[in-house]
């Protein structure tokens, strides 16, 4: 390909930049290190593998490219072996395979969905991550429910403390019912007196969980929607504004013969919880690095999250409350490459492990530190210090919407808002899992990067633009006829049918 040239243009446009000597044709231009993109592979069938209008095993295959692309990147800069004399292959099969691989696990011969269906699986822990939070009632207070207005649907989520959620509702939560549809329709009793706004402001005013289940059109028209847009999806800035600190190369394994992955030791340490989070670490760990994960006994977690998004890691259970413990923390993050938190953007600053204090710590031991957000809405704009799970940002950029859409539930005609129509839940963590994989992405460009310019980095992956990318139209849907066949073809009728779909753990256990 035609190469690349530029000259410095102080003149033209200022200080710091530089202008093409020779201009190339826009595709070309985009497409510059093609010896790079041309050693990647894809291979797979040519159908999907999961029964959704949703592309997200081809989103998904397409970010693992990249983070192997990236991490081929790693390796010349560590041992001199060139990009393009590297290769990455992807199977598109197994991409999809991968986005619902946390519920497919085993221990000692059992599946780890049947033992949370049976209620068994905590008794293989040596406690119960749960704590008792999706029993009863509040195993549908995470769900999807009508507003009073017909046309919209509102996405509510306990955030593991459905007795704070609901009592704030005035729903009362002493009751019993035999099965989970009657606890459902207790609460849909209760969420249908509200409007959509009335929801709305008394989530933010209470600092709770929910969405109201909007179409991709009507999200996109929100002063919040369009103020994640202007951000990339893969998104990681170097902190100029800190105190500079020296590259730093890729770190050469101590035993070269027992691991040559390109991570190998780059220390992480993360606070998350649930699967976005966990699966930045993850996703890090199996290209080398050294991951510890902080958790708390205190707060609840999924049993049956904890084996497949532990794989590869070490863990400690700290309460950042004690003086003991906290000071085991900062031990640990003063060794810290990379800091992983899916925390509320700002929760963690009374703690001392905000961005800035972050940086602070940096340039006081000369070296960088990769910080890295997992959260629901973003960088910036009126929501980005809420909460949100995955369900809110499949309520909020449309997900959700479009899976009602595609189950071909009725809905009040005419549309008179954007957010009008039935909604359901994708059938597995979709955003879940591709933000934690933007996450991991992000933060080993940050890594590549540091090793020639040094300095610390930003790193913000956000549920709702893992929701976005899907939507987008140079990326689009699969047709109606598309999703049948694939339904037919795997036997999941169920996966288009069932009305449990509004609800998020018997969608995911089944």
């Not at 006994?297 to 309460?319: C, H, M």
Request: with cysteine; charged share 20%; glycine share 8%.
């Amino acid at each position: 390909m035609a190469s690349h040239h530029t000259l410095p243009g102080t003149d033209i446009y200022g200080p710091g930049t530089f202008i093409d000597k020779e201009v190339l044709p826009v595709p070309v231009d985009a497409r510059r290190d093609r010896a790079a993109w041309d050693t990647v592979r894809f291979t797979g069938g040519s159908e999907p593998m999961i029964p959704i209008p949703i592309k997200a095993p081809v989103v998904a295959a397409a970010l693992h490219a990249m983070c192997g692309l990236v991490a081929n990147e790693l390796l010349e800069l560590r041992d001199g072996t060139a990009v393009h004399e590297s290769t990455v292959a992807l199977n598109t099969d197994h991409a999809g395979l991968w986005l619902g691989s946390t519920f497919t696990t085993q221990i000692n011969g059992e599946d780890v969905s049947t033992l949370a269906r049976s209620n068994a699986l905590a008794s293989r822990f040596d406690r119960d991550f749960e704590q008792g939070s999706g029993k009863g009632l509040a195993g549908r207070a995470t769900a999807i429910y009508q507003t009073k207005d017909p046309r919209v649907w509102n996405q509510l989520h306990s955030s593991l403390d459905a007795t704070r959620t609901l009592q704030s509702m005035g729903i009362p939560t002493d009751v019993k019912f035999d099965t989970m549809r009657e606890y459902y329709d207790y609460i849909q009793s209760y969420v249908i007196q509200w409007s959509p706004d009335e929801l709305k402001m008394h989530n933010v005013r209470h600092g709770l969980c929910g969405s109201i289940c909007y179409s991709p059109e009507g999200w996109r028209r929100t002063a919040m929607g369009q103020r994640l847009a202007a951000h990339p999806l893969v998104n990681y800035t170097c902190a100029s504004y800190a105190a500079p600190t020296p590259p730093v190369p890729v770190p050469l394994p101590k035993r070269p013969s027992v691991d040559r992955r390109p991570l190998a030791g780059v220390k992480v340490l993360e606070m998350v919880r649930i699967i976005a989070g966990p699966t930045i670490g993850v996703t890090l760990a199996s290209y080398g690095a050294d991951v510890i994960r902080v958790n708390c006994s205190k707060l609840a977690d999924l049993n049956v999250l904890q084996l497949t998004l532990n794989a590869g890691k070490r863990t400690i259970d700290l309460d950042i409350a004690k003086v003991e413990d906290k000071a085991r923390l900062l031990d640990l993050l003063a060794e810290a490459d990379i800091f992983v938190q899916g925390f509320r953007p700002g929760s963690l600053a009374r703690q001392g492990l905000d961005l800035h204090r972050m940086l602070e710590h940096a340039a006081m031991r000369n070296k960088d530190i990769i910080y890295v957000d997992e959260n629901c809405y973003g960088p910036d704009g009126a929501f980005a210090e809420r909460p949100g799970w995955q369900q809110i940002g499949d309520a909020a950029f449309g997900t959700s919407y479009v899976m009602g859409r595609a189950q071909a539930h009725e809905t009040v005609q005419p549309f008179e808002t954007a957010s009008a129509g039935y909604s359901v839940l994708p059938p597995l963590p979709v955003s879940d899992m591709t933000t934690g994989l933007v996450g991991a992405l992000a933060a080993m460009m940050a890594v590549r990067d540091r090793t020639t310019q040094g300095g610390s980095y930003h790193v913000v992956s956000s549920l709702v633009a893992a929701d976005a990318v899907a939507l987008e139209p140079e990326i689009g849907l699969h047709p109606p006829a598309v999703v049948a066949r694939t339904a037919q073809r795997f036997g999941a009728a169920t996966w288009t049918s069932n009305a449990s779909q509004r609800m998020i753990a018997p969608l995911l256990f089944k």
